[in-house]
């Protein structure tokens, strides 16, 4: 007796048993930990452990108090254990933290964790046009191009760094766009982050190389609260990639980050983020909490913000990368592409702020969800009456596959004035097994039908990515869908 | 492939679906070089039939065998059988969005090559091969562009069907009801294309409802399909008399 469709099923289950994480290594160093736990003790020690001015300890300590009386938010569509904030180190940093005055003194076992990572940061084997933040686990171990940056008076640092060199930017600028109270995580970040990039852009400047930032979580008990900042001042452009990875581990870890933009007259950012950290496993064991604020501030006129992600790792994923569009003729910009497989569940979405006259926004939002996951777009464009003239598109794709994985949209809009003009596209779509069939009867295996179909549904999230993650990108959505159709 | 074995030999196939039993020992034998074409009421298990040929998972095969060129293919995969040459042209060409026909065309023609270890061709080599082969079927290159089956017209996504058994130069062919939904200029066209890919190394299954079709396509047998197996077998003529008949007084 044959049965055909045991036959493909059970090949598909094998394929899906043996796909590896290929990011789950760890990396034993001796590191200089806090003790777990969280208290006002905590937020002094890592203040003091990082040297830091009175403003920054005050403005921690305002935080903590904030987030004592906050309480998680419950609106997502999420589910997932209380998360005990008790049992989290807030502070987890490689040892010999002294100075660094070249990459030679960084240790070597750090250096090989990144090279395996793909993440080169030693001299010769650096990215060519991409100069590299590295952070691991609290703190940045290494900071590429920087001289070659500073001729240009680009400042691109940790956050750590930048506080003692630059702290009149940073007491003008942390938590101008994200205050303190914002939101749950943000009032825990704001009193425990630890460290995460600083990139300031002067005026008139193009900003010669991609800027980019990796993170990787290495220690099982730790969370990694990062902070970045970038200041694109008048006439300025900057491009900002940001990758992040972890070990694997039967554990769940937290990352709760804030992330501030602030585009003055004329400037430009473009963030772009590929996420993959550790998704937990088949049956929904161990991954990332990935609780993330990110947000942009267009306030000169003719400012332009774009944030482009994709999202395909951490067990939860709640974030929503906004554009506050302050100045007239502002434009925000939106590009996602969100996947879920086995037992993961994502809410992510934006929000587009209209103050400024004639601001426009754009929002590409695609889901594909596999496996048992839970995929959500959740979307807010909100037009203020001073807004005349406010342009919004929105476009929100989802891509099911399988039969039991759920997909959800949320958009909200809110329009003050009659001067505005909103337009709002979804569409809903299934790889099925007759579309599967299709691509087999012709001769073409299951990856490339997948891989195929997969880069058709994204392809206009890819073209706003840099080149370079462009083709990681594409690759690493193949990957992580791999045995889950069939 | 022995010398003098049938292209298809199809012995007391027995498949189901969801434990319904749908083909119930199943006998037919095609060689190279013959067009049969197999007709019967709805729900006799004609499509099954022919998915079943494809390989699809959906099915189980309970008893019996198909041989292939002599060689048994129910442990291939539907990717290995396409590549032998068996093709299945669908009563329901799927739509594929955001995936270009030129792309999905090419990929499967290089599927083939090399699966043949031959070389695989650029995106410039197969538009000199793709423009030859839409001749074949009256259609425009502009179709290329367009993404699979999206938004096609019914006679359309036929022809399309019919440019890729065209492309892929199969073997064995089953078209299943290629002819539902075909104005006559669509059905004339369609006809002409196949006519003038078939020869004598090539056979094909057509399976339909009307006569209408066989009046352009001469088929050398007439089979009636009914719950699950073949009951009757004849000539073109049979298929007139089932025109005029229906399939009633078959009935046992």
Not at chain 1, 76 to 99: E, G, M, R, T, V
Not at chain 1, 400 to 428: D, M, R, Y
Request: with cysteine; proline share 3%.
């Amino acid at each position: 007796m044959v049965n055909q469709s045991n036959k493909v099923l059970n090949k598909n289950i094998t394929k899906l048993v043996n796909q590896t994480y290929q990011y789950g290594f760890s990396t034993s160093i001796e590191k200089d930990i806090i003790e777990k736990g969280l208290n006002e003790n905590t937020v002094k020690l890592i203040s003091q452990k990082k040297k830091e001015p009175k403003f920054l300890l005050e403005f921690r300590l305002k935080a903590f108090k904030k987030w004592k009386q906050m309480s998680e938010p419950e609106w997502p569509y999420l589910k997932f254990p209380q998360i005990n904030f008790q049992d989290i180190i807030y502070y987890s940093a490689p040892k010999a933290q002294k100075k660094l005055k070249n990459l030679d003194e960084v240790d070597p076992e750090l250096l090989q964790t990144f090279e395996k990572l793909g993440i080169s940061l030693t001299e010769q084997k650096r990215l060519a046009n991409v100069a590299i933040d590295a952070v691991f686990d609290s703190v940045s171990i290494a900071t590429t191009f920087q001289d070659e940056l500073s001729k240009y008076g680009i400042v691109f640092s940790s956050i750590s760094e930048a506080v003692n060199d630059y702290p009149e930017l940073i007491k003008k600028y942390l938590g101008s766009v994200v205050p303190i109270g914002d939101n749950y995580f943000s009032a825990l970040n704001s009193a425990v982050f630890t460290d995460g990039s600083f990139c300031y852009i002067p005026q008139d400047t193009i900003c010669p190389l991609d800027l980019s930032t990796y993170f990787r979580i290495n220690d099982q008990k730790s969370g990694q609260f990062e902070r970045t900042l970038i200041i694109a001042e008048k006439n300025s452009q900057v491009n900002y990639l940001e990758g992040c990875t972890a070990p694997q581990y039967d554990t769940n870890q937290l990352h709760a980050a804030v992330v501030e933009l602030i585009a003055l007259e004329n400037a430009s950012i473009k963030y772009s983020t590929v996420q993959n950290w550790y998704s937990g496993n088949e049956v929904g064991k161990g991954g990332v909490y990935n609780f993330v604020t990110k947000r942009g501030l267009c306030v000169g006129s003719n400012s332009k913000i774009s944030w482009t992600q994709v999202e395909t790792g951490s067990s939860i994923t709640w974030k929503y990368p906004s554009c506050l569009l302050v100045g007239d003729n502002t434009q925000g910009e939106f590009y996602s592409v969100a996947l879920t497989n086995n037992y993961q569940q994502a809410d992510t979405g934006t929000k587009m702020i209209h103050i400024g006259k004639n601001s426009r926004s754009r929002i590409i939002s695609k889901g594909i969800s596999a496996g048992k996951s839970k995929n959500t777009y959740r979307g807010l464009v909100s037009v203020t009456n001073k807004a005349l003239g406010a342009r919004n598109y929105s476009q929100c794709d989802s891509l099911l596959i399988g039969n039991l994985s759920n997909a959800n949209t949320f958009p909200f809009i809110s329009v003050q004035n009659s001067t505005t003009k909103i337009e709002h596209e979804a569409s809903t779509s299934k790889i099925g097994e007759e579309q599967i069939f299709y691509f087999l009867q012709r001769g073409i295996c299951l990856e490339k039908a997948v891989e195929l179909m997969i880069s058709g549904f994204c392809r206009e999230i890819f073209t706003k990515l840099p080149l370079e993650f462009a083709a990681e990108a594409d690759k690493l959505l193949t990957l992580k869908l791999e045995g889950s159709v069939g | 492939m022995t010398l003098n074995s049938p292209l298809l030999e199809i012995k007391d196939l027995q498949v189901s679906i969801d434990n319904n039993e749908i083909l119930k020992k199943l006998n037919l034998t095609i060689n190279k070089g013959e067009i049969h074409a197999i007709m019967g009421p709805n729900g006799s298990g004609k499509s099954t039939f022919s998915k079943v040929l494809a390989g699809h998972p959906a099915y189980s095969v309970l008893n019996g065998d198909i041989l292939f060129k002599g060689s048994s293919i129910l442990e291939l995969d539907p990717e290995e059988r396409s590549h032998l040459g068996i093709f299945l042209a669908f009563q329901y060409p799927i739509e594929i969005p955001g995936v270009s026909n030129e792309d999905f065309l090419r990929l499967a023609y290089n599927s083939k090559q090399k699966f043949y270890n031959k070389p695989e061709v650029d995106p410039i080599e197969f538009l000199t091969i793709i423009n030859e082969k839409l001749n074949f079927v009256n259609m425009s290159p502009l179709f290329l562009s367009r993404n699979v089956n999206e938004g096609f017209s019914g006679g359309e996504k036929k022809r399309n069907e019919i440019l890729q058994m065209v492309l892929l130069d199969s073997e064995l062919s089953i078209l299943d009801e290629t002819d539902s939904g075909l104005d006559i200029d669509a059905l004339k066209i369609i006809s002409n294309g196949i006519n003038k890919f078939m020869n004598s190394n090539k056979s094909i299954i057509l399976i339909t409802h009307y006569q209408r079709l066989l009046d352009y396509i001469k088929p050398d047998y007439v089979h009636v399909m009914q719950d699950g197996k073949i009951i009757k077998t004849g000539s073109a003529e049979l298929a007139k008399e089932l025109e005029n008949k229906g399939y009633e007084w078959l009935k046992v």
